[in-house]
C-alpha cells in the first residue's frame, strides 16, 4: 500500500483525483487550509494547514515520509523551494501540476521543449509581482533544478468539467441562454483542453509511472471558441451574440490572442491514451444548457 500526500484535493479534478487514489487502495492523505469540507470522510487522513506557511506546514506534517506527494496547489517559487527543503528525504515521488501558461501564445502546438525549466534562469530575489504563468515557470524550474527526489510536472490547459468552480464553460452557456454578448477577440484562434477526469488519470499516471520532467496533457483535437460558441447554440436552441470586444465582465475566459495548443506525444510515447475532445465535450455542453442558468 502506497502512502500518498494530496496538498489540495477537495475540489474539482484534485477531488477526482483522491477519489482514484482511494479506490486503488492508497494510504491517502489530503492536505488542505480547511476552507472546504473534506468530502472523504475517514478515508482519507486530513490534515489542516496553509501551505504558504511553510512553518506551520512543516509542523503539521511532521516526520511523515510519503511514496508520492501531489501538490495541485504551488503557484510561486517560494513555495517550490519550502516544499524542496521540507519533502528532501521524505518523498519517493512528487508530482506538481502546473499549465500550458507556461508556453507562449501562438505558434506551432507547443512541446515541452518549448519550456526547458531546467535552464531556466532562477531570479535573486523573486520578484514581489508575478504573474501565472511566470509563476508557474519558475515552479518547475526550482523543483526540476533543485529537489533531490524525482519530480514530474503536468502541464494542462484549461481544465473543463461540470464542477469547475470557476465555471469558464458555464459562462459561455449562461451567456446563450440568457442573450449576453460574448467578447471573442480571435473567435478562430485553435485551443488545447482536457476534462476534469482526465486530469486526475493523468495525475494519477504520472505517480505510478516512471515518468521525470514535464509531461504536456491534453485532450486529442482542439477547438475555436466560434465551434465552442456554435455547439452551445445547438445545445439551448438560442442565437449567441459575440463581438470582438465586450465590457470585462462579458469577455469570454477562452478570449485568447492567438492558437494555444498543445503536442502529447511525450506521453503518449510513454503509454498514456488521452481521450478524444469530441468524445466528451459536446456531452458536457448538452448537460451544462440543461442545468439552471444563474442569473
Given amino acids: 500500500m502506497r502512502k500518498v500526500l494530496v496538498l489540495g484535493g477537495t475540489r474539482f479534478f484534485g477531488k477526482l483525483l483522491v477519489e482514484r487514489l482511494i479506490a486503488a487502495g492508497d494510504d491517502v492523505t489530503i492536505l488542505t487550509r480547511g476552507g472546504l469540507p473534506n468530502p472523504f470522510g475517514d478515508r482519507v487522513t486530513h490534515i489542516q494547514a496553509d501551505r504558504k506557511d511553510a512553518e506551520a506546514l512543516g509542523q503539521a506534517l511532521g516526520q511523515s515520509a510519503y511514496d508520492v506527494v501531489y501538490d495541485n496547489i504551488c503557484y510561486l517559487p517560494e513555495e517550490a523551494e519550502e516544499a524542496v527543503k521540507l519533502f528532501a528525504g521524505r518523498v519517493g515521488k512528487y508530482v506538481v501540476t502546473s499549465t500550458l501558461s507556461v508556453y507562449p501564445f501562438g505558434g506551432p502546438r507547443k512541446t515541452e521543449a518549448m519550456f526547458e525549466p531546467r535552464g531556466y534562469e532562477l531570479p535573486t530575489p523573486y520578484p514581489a509581482e508575478i504573474n501565472y504563468g511566470e509563476g508557474k515557470r519558475l515552479v518547475e524550474a526550482v523543483f526540476l533544478q533543485k529537489a533531490p527526489f524525482p519530480v514530474a510536472a503536468a502541464r494542462f490547459p484549461i481544465v473543463l468539467g461540470a464542477e469547475d468552480y470557476t465555471r469558464r464553460l458555464h459562462f459561455h452557456v449562461e451567456h446563450v441562454q440568457q442573450g449576453k454578448p460574448i467578447g471573442i477577440p480571435a473567435p478562430e484562434a485553435k485551443l488545447s483542453f482536457i476534462v476534469a477526469g482526465e486530469a486526475a ?95
Fill in 201 to 295: 488519470e493523468f495525475l494519477d499516471w504520472l505517480g505510478r509511472s516512471a515518468a521525470e520532467g514535464a509531461y504536456n496533457a491534453c485532450s486529442s483535437g482542439d477547438i475555436s471558441p466560434s465551434e465552442i460558441v456554435k455547439l452551445v447554440e445547438q445545445a439551448t436552441g438560442k442565437e449567441a451574440s459575440v463581438a470582438p470586444e465586450t465590457e470585462a465582465a462579458d469577455m469570454s475566459p477562452f478570449g485568447v490572442p492567438d492558437d494555444w495548443r498543445m503536442d502529447t506525444a511525450k506521453a503518449e510515447a510513454e503509454g498514456f491514451v488521452f481521450r478524444e475532445l469530441d468524445d466528451w465535450l459536446p456531452q458536457l455542453i448538452v448537460r451544462l444548457a440543461q442545468e439552471p442558468a444563474r442569473g
